[in-house]
């Protein structure tokens, strides 16, 4: 009997003390699923499933994973599908963030302890292509990323329509009381009449971008819209490419680098991406010991220019960047700025992929140098005495008018307090407050919800006001927009700053000069230190796991115990 635990179904047999035995009974199992024996020889790929009832953006997996089987059935392999969990962003309570990590572990212990030469990992919603590289990063098994496209955009009335920006355009505009219960009800119909993830470059678009970036993606397949037959061409070329592994691996370790990393960071600058992406692909670098660092990615942005016109900060969708040229167009317009030595998942260096212009640009979507829409990237880092390891502000979704100011803070104390008073008519604010969120970051019950994007008081927004600053240890949604500060480290939970900020303090921002600082004095801050206390870790589960094991946002909020010994800093 072969016992090459190398290859196929030999690999890694199960705890029976007689590996012969362990592989002898694995494969009468297998017999009972209906192969013949000369099927059970193959190469065996896996491929992961993330299709759910509670995941519209994964509609389409089980349709891909039919399209991977025939293209590993073809290259001679054994295909064998197989479940991890499922993260829809508003599905799950309190937040899919609160679960990234987790889906992260269920999918390296899969990949690492299931019997498979290769895999291909079948996702697309937010958390979930996060997860997945996270777990490869660390399975270190040679794998092919296959996402499930974005959703096409609708006509509707004389305007195109996609989640989620458009969801969040109309619903201030419902708050503001310009648009109807009725009008808002028709268009809740109207935003994602596809399969697919969020039509804009939102997280799940920048991630695909990222992704495949990093080598994952075979090269254009990115931004395929999940609906087109392009995609299914794509998920058995995953297959094929999948076999074609086993002889000749490229492991994730060979894709994540410090070079590759710099170039994801770079592509997510030039997209105006979403800034969820920097916590993302902070936790996957992290997981190959691959620190990313914040002030680099102000210089690295002082540097790259916004080239993409997708919403939220721009006006076309994702069926548009992938008519325009795609990735492979965005890359090729800004490789001086990349390291052209890393490589992607099929061997080749990215030098070599750009060696050849794109035969079509469309520069209205993808912008040449010489004409960006912002001479500067999309995101900056801040820093200062309320930010002492960082803040987020995405410049190219916000309000340049807004970039200088000195205000007062208006302090909201979780997302009950926010929800409890937001829209109270005697609520005392005005249009140069800083609304302040705190207790919403990864420690928190919250777990760092989308919830940055802090509607606008309704009073103020029915008097016409569209942006103000806002500032949380939360994230907000990559279809989101306004001037909004996000991401502060150390958040609230953790005791940072945040904590002891009390409505009517001043807050001074200066993106010019990276800085976001409290204003209040030493001795003050030193009275309120004493006074505040942690709050208590919950009991028991997931939830106890994530208090005593969470990392900071300027870490990737990944689990402590998964990083490597070695890491780099």
């Known amino acids: 009997m072969d016992t090459d635990e190398k290859r196929g179904l030999a690999r890694n047999v199960a705890g029976y003390g007689d590996r012969d035995f362990s592989l002898y009974l694995r494969r009468s199992f297998a017999r009972s699923m209906g192969y013949s024996p000369a099927m059970l020889e193959r190469p065996v790929v896996g491929i992961v499933d993330t299709s759910s009832g509670y995941n519209n953006c994964h509609r389409t997996v089980p349709e891909l994973i039919e399209a991977v089987r025939r293209g590993v059935l073809a290259a ?23 679960y990234r990590n987790l889906a992260a572990l269920d999918t390296e212990a899969m990949l690492s302890a299931q019997p498979m030469d290769a895999a291909v990992l079948v996702g697309g919603c937010d958390k979930t292509v996060p997860a997945q590289l996270m777990a490869a990063a660390s399975a270190d098994l040679p794998v092919v990323g296959l996402v499930t496209g974005p959703m096409l955009a609708t006509f509707y009335q004389g305007e195109r329509l996609a989640a989620c920006t458009d969801c969040r355009r109309y ?13 808002i009800g028709e268009i809740e119909g109207r935003l994602a009449t596809t399969a697919g993830t969020c039509g804009v470059m939102g997280t799940a678009s920048t991630m695909a971008c990222l992704a495949e970036t990093l080598g994952f993606l075979p090269a254009g ?10 995609r299914l061409a794509a998920a058995e070329a995953a297959g094929a490419l999948a076999m074609r592994l086993i002889e000749a691996p490229v492991r994730p370790s060979q894709l994540i680098t410090r070079e590759s990393v710099e170039n994801a960071l770079t592509v ?9 992406a920097l916590i993302h692909l902070t936790a996957i670098a992290g997981r190959r010991g691959i620190a990313v660092d914040l002030r680099r990615l102000n210089e690295l942005s002082d540097a790259t220019p916004v080239l993409v016109d997708l919403k939220p900060t721009g006006d076309g969708y ?17 490789k001086d700025l990349l390291h052209l030595s890393a490589i992607d998942v099929t061997g080749r260096s990215l030098g070599e992929r750009l060696a050849t212009p794109p035969v079509f640009v469309d520069r209205r979507i993808i912008r040449a140098r010489a004409e960006p829409i912002s001479p500067v990237g999309g ?11 960082g803040a987020i502000l995405k410049r190219s979704a916000a309000t340049p008018a807004l970039f200088e100011r000195e205000a007062r803070a208006l302090v909201f104390d979780g997302l009950e307090d926010l929800a409890r008073r937001i829209d109270d008519p005697d609520l005392d604010v005005t249009p140069e407050d800083f609304l302040v969120l705190k207790n919403a970051g990864p420690l928190s019950a919250a777990g760092m919800p989308e919830a940055g994007y802090l509607p606008i008081p309704q009073k103020l927004a029915r008097a016409g006001v569209k942006d103000m600053v806002r500032i949380s240890d939360c994230r907000m949604s990559g279809t989101a927009f306004g001037t909004i500060v996000l991401h502060v480290a150390p958040e609230a939970a953790a005791g940072g700053p945040l904590a002891l900020v009390e409505t009517g303090d001043r807050i001074r921002l200066s993106v010019a000069e990276r800085r976001l600082d409290l204003l209040v004095e030493d001795a003050v801050l030193a009275r309120r230190r004493a006074a505040w206390q942690a709050r208590p870790a919950p009991a028991r589960g997931w939830n106890r796991l994530v208090a005593e094991q969470v990392l900071q946002a300027d870490e990737g909020c990944d689990l402590a115990f998964m990083k490597p010994a070695d890491a780099k800093t």
């Open 76 to 98: 001679g392999g054994l295909p064998l599908p197989f479940p991890t969990i499922s993260l829809c962003e508003p599905a799950l309570f309190p937040t899919s963030m609160h």
């Open 171 to 183: 619903w201030a505009a419902y708050r503001a009381g310009r648009v109807s219960a009725e009008r």
């Open 221 to 230: 397949t990115a931004s395929i819209p999940a609906v087109h037959a392009e």
């Open 268 to 276: 997510l600058l030039a997209l105006g991406g979403s800034t969820n």
């Open 318 to 334: 994702m069926e548009d960047f992938h008519a325009a040229g795609g990735l492979p167009a965005l890359l090729h317009e800004i």
């Open 379 to 389: 995101l900056v880092a801040l820093f200062g005495s309320l930010a002492p390891r």
